[in-house]
């Protein structure tokens, strides 16, 4: 492999990585939900109802997590769409910090 087949790798990774990123702005959709700002988030959950919040996914986790608001629906058909959110959620965050990974490995291949 040469130097150049080397470069061009790096540009189309780099190209890859940048389309895929536009997925996950704020002002983007992830399994046809809209992506907001984690405080939009809560803003919709405390302003209408977690049914309401469910619609939508934070752009990132909250410190403290999802646990305490998961743990404590009694609704059970309510509880069980909050548990397949809650993992279409992990999956979309999973994604986004594999993205941040490569395009760190592919900076720090300049």
Sequence with gaps: MTFKD????????????ERESKLYNP??????????????????????????ALQYFPNDFPSFGFSYI???IEDQT??????QWYS?????????RMQNMEKRNVLAAF
């Design 78 to 83: 309510l509880k069980q769409e909050a548990g």
């Design 6 to 17: 080397l470069r061009k790798i790096i540009t189309e990774k780099k190209k890859e990585i």
């Design 88 to 96: 279409d959620f992990i999956k979309l965050m999973n994604i986004v």
């Design 27 to 52: 002002s983007y959709y992830w399994k046809d939900r809209k992506i907001v700002l984690l405080d939009q988030w809560f803003q919709i959950k405390e302003n209408y109802t977690l049914k309401a």
């Design 70 to 72: 998961l743990d404590n």
